[in-house]
């Protein structure tokens, strides 16, 4: 009998490879983050035109989700579809959180300095 793994799949194609819980296809994390997901449905943010609109911000599990996030609130920002305050407020959050993953080292060569 096999264990079930994580059916999570990362941005940059990656699966999780953590165990499922039970009677669900997801780990812990991920069904917790789903979960939340699904609560939240979206961030509903105000537009300076006609209706309300929203982005959909991915989870910050690593740097390549978090640039993505980065492009789709600068393209809402261009868009005019949320407030330059928020969407600067956004960024740096963004920002803040692309500093704290380490860098990875180009083909296994460190820095030399």
Request: hydrophobic share 35%; net charge positive; with cysteine.
């Amino acid at each position: 009998m096999t264990t079930p793994l994580c059916n999570h799949i990362f941005a940059d194609g990656k699966h999780c490879q953590c165990v499922a819980r039970r009677c669900t296809r997801y780990c812990c994390w991920h069904s917790t983050e789903r979960d939340r997901r699904r609560r939240q449905v979206r961030i509903v943010l105000q537009p300076s035109r006609r209706a309300r609109t929203g982005i959909y911000l991915k989870p910050l599990n690593d740097a390549d989700a978090i640039r993505s996030n980065i492009r789709q609130v600068s393209d809402a920002l261009i868009d005019e579809r949320i407030d330059s305050s928020r969407g600067g407020l956004i960024l740096h959050g963004l920002a803040l959180a692309l500093g704290t993953i380490p860098s990875p080292t180009v083909l296994g060569v460190a820095d030399r300095t």
